[in-house]
């Protein structure tokens, strides 16, 4: 079992640049690819980035290249999301996500955990 939760959504002007953070605990986090999708008001959750278990594989959707960078930190159990240039249309719940092995992948329904997920909110 892995418990994963949110951190550093909020408010930011268009423009602005949010970093969010996602902390794991329970499992070896290493042993599994992450991932960070969204979900807007009325709208599917859709994909954002995901990242290897080693961060030498990176995924972005081209909704957010290049202004999103996703990283990881093994020793800090720790996934992150730096948001750059953002735009009203980025404004949503963000969640992280976990997906036991090494194969990354973009699909919302190949990822076994889920955390709570942390508001984004970009002001025109």
């Known amino acids: 079992q892995v418990q994963l939760v949110e951190s550093g959504g909020g408010l930011v002007q268009a423009g602005g640049s949010l970093r969010l953070s996602c902390a794991a605990s329970?499992?070896?986090?290493?042993?599994?690819?992450m991932g960070w999708f969204r979900q807007a008001p009325g709208m599917r959750r859709e994909f954002v980035a995901a990242?290897?278990?080693?961060?030498?594989?990176?995924y972005y959707a081209d909704s957010v290249k290049p202004r999103f960078t996703i990283s990881r930190d093994n020793a800090k159990n720790t996934v992150y999301l730096q948001m750059n240039s953002l735009k009203p249309e980025d404004t949503a719940v963000y969640y992280c996500?976990?997906?036991?092995?090494?194969?990354?992948?973009?699909?919302?329904?190949?990822?076994?955990?889920w955390g709570q997920g942390t508001q984004v909110t970009v002001s025109s």
């Open positions: 996500a976990a997906k036991l092995g090494f194969i990354v992948t973009t699909t919302s329904r190949d990822y076994d955990y």
């Open positions: 329970g499992r070896t986090f290493s042993s599994y690819a």
């Open positions: 990242i290897g278990w080693s961060a030498g594989s990176t």
